[in-house]
């Protein structure tokens, strides 16, 4: 997932639905001086932070050839050699994508079963870079991919309460007793599972639809939530993380982020 010495086609980069993705910002761009080991291999797309520091805890991080484990070290990039398992990793443009993934799809890079996975997708586009978070393999929607791990850090890590939207698709209404159980929390396998947000969006012919937002992302979280009701989910969708919405995409499609429309989270610009 490291952004090497080539910068790939940029051409192909554009072969995907040709649409842009709807936000909102004027941040200013990065300017880098030295960098803290862990920041610049997050941003030359080896992975959110924490993934780097593992990289380099490991000892699978050299630096002008010298094997480097602590993540505080700090790096002048363009002119240190920084090689993650032998391969020379560079600082490269940022780039941002919005991704509908398909409802059977898995959210990782390869599939050792060789069942459809995001990877498929991206390795069409050419580029460097990996999702952000993951959707499980019977949901749909929103997946963001990026090559600037720092940026990930900031959507993943809990102490930012970044919301994650999703229509939710059931097969009966639920009563305002349990719509408010599901606000205050509910125990799950050991663990209060809750969302920040519940409200109905109508019905779809014998389905009932529910707008919910959480703000915690614990593995499969809302239908554990329905399941301890007694609701069949049926459908599960997600429309948005922060205000970056999936807009008009179609499942499959892959639309670049133009982040002069884009509203927080933003990329980070500060070590």
Same mark, same amino acid.
């Given at each position: 997932?490291?952004?090497?010495?080539?910068?790939?086609?940029?051409?192909? =980069?554009?072969?995907?639905?040709?649409?842009?993705? &709807? =936000? %909102?910002?004027?941040?200013?761009?990065?300017?880098?001086?030295?960098? %803290? *080991?862990?920041?610049?291999?997050?941003?030359?797309?080896?992975?959110?932070?924490?993934?780097?520091?593992?990289?380099?805890?490991?000892?699978?991080?050299?630096?002008?050839? &010298?094997?480097?484990?602590?993540?505080?070290?700090?790096?002048?990039?363009?002119?240190?050699?920084? +090689?993650?398992?032998?391969?020379?990793?560079?600082?490269?443009?940022? +780039?941002?994508?919005?991704?509908?993934?398909?409802?059977?799809? @898995?959210?990782?890079?390869?599939?050792?079963?060789?069942?459809?996975?995001?990877?498929?997708?991206?390795?069409?586009?050419?580029?460097?870079?990996?999702?952000?978070?993951?959707?499980?393999?019977?949901?749909?929607?929103? *997946?963001?991919? &990026?090559?600037?791990?720092?940026?990930?850090?900031?959507? @993943?890590?809990?102490?930012?309460?970044?919301?994650?939207?999703? %229509?939710?698709?059931?097969? +009966?209404?639920?009563?305002?007793?349990? +719509?408010?159980?599901?606000?205050?929390?509910?125990?799950?396998?050991?663990?209060? *599972?809750?969302?920040?947000? *519940?409200?109905?969006?109508?019905?779809?012919?014998?389905?009932?639809?529910?707008?919910?937002?959480?703000?915690?992302?614990?593995?499969?979280?809302?239908?554990?939530?329905?399941?301890?009701?007694?609701?069949?989910?049926?459908?599960?969708? %997600?429309?948005?993380?922060?205000?970056?919405? @999936?807009?008009?995409?179609?499942?499959?499609?892959?639309?670049?982020?133009?982040?002069?429309?884009?509203?927080?989270?933003?990329?980070?610009?500060?070590?």
């Amino acid at each position: 997932m490291c952004s090497s010495g080539s910068s790939g086609s940029r051409s192909s =980069a554009n072969r995907g639905s040709g649409k842009r993705a &709807t =936000a %909102r910002s004027d941040f200013p761009r990065p300017k880098w001086s030295e960098l %803290r *080991l862990n920041l610049y291999l997050a941003r030359c797309g080896c992975g959110a932070r924490r993934a780097c520091d593992r990289l380099i805890r490991e000892r699978r991080v050299a630096v002008n050839g &010298t094997v480097v484990d602590r993540p505080s070290f700090r790096v002048r990039p363009g002119t240190d050699d920084v +090689r993650v398992d032998g391969r020379e990793v560079r600082l490269s443009g940022a +780039r941002y994508y919005v991704f509908y993934k398909p409802r059977g799809v @898995l959210s990782t890079m390869a599939d050792p079963q060789g069942r459809p996975c995001v990877g498929d997708y991206i390795r069409r586009l050419g580029e460097h870079i990996f999702p952000i978070g993951r959707l499980d393999r019977d949901s749909e929607g929103l *997946l963001i991919l &990026t090559n600037d791990g720092e940026f990930a850090e900031r959507i @993943l890590h809990p102490r930012h309460h970044v919301a994650r939207v999703y %229509r939710v698709w059931i097969d +009966r209404t639920l009563a305002p007793t349990e +719509r408010q159980r599901i606000r205050r929390g509910l125990r799950c396998d050991g663990r209060v *599972l809750r969302a920040a947000e *519940l409200e109905s969006a109508g019905r779809d012919g014998k389905s009932y639809i529910y707008r919910v937002v959480l703000r915690e992302g614990r593995n499969r979280q809302i239908r554990r939530l329905m399941r301890q009701l007694g609701v069949r989910v049926l459908r599960l969708q %997600r429309t948005a993380i922060g205000e970056i919405s @999936l807009g008009r995409l179609k499942p499959g499609e892959i639309a670049s982020l133009d982040w002069r429309q884009c509203a927080p989270p933003r990329p980070a610009i500060a070590d």
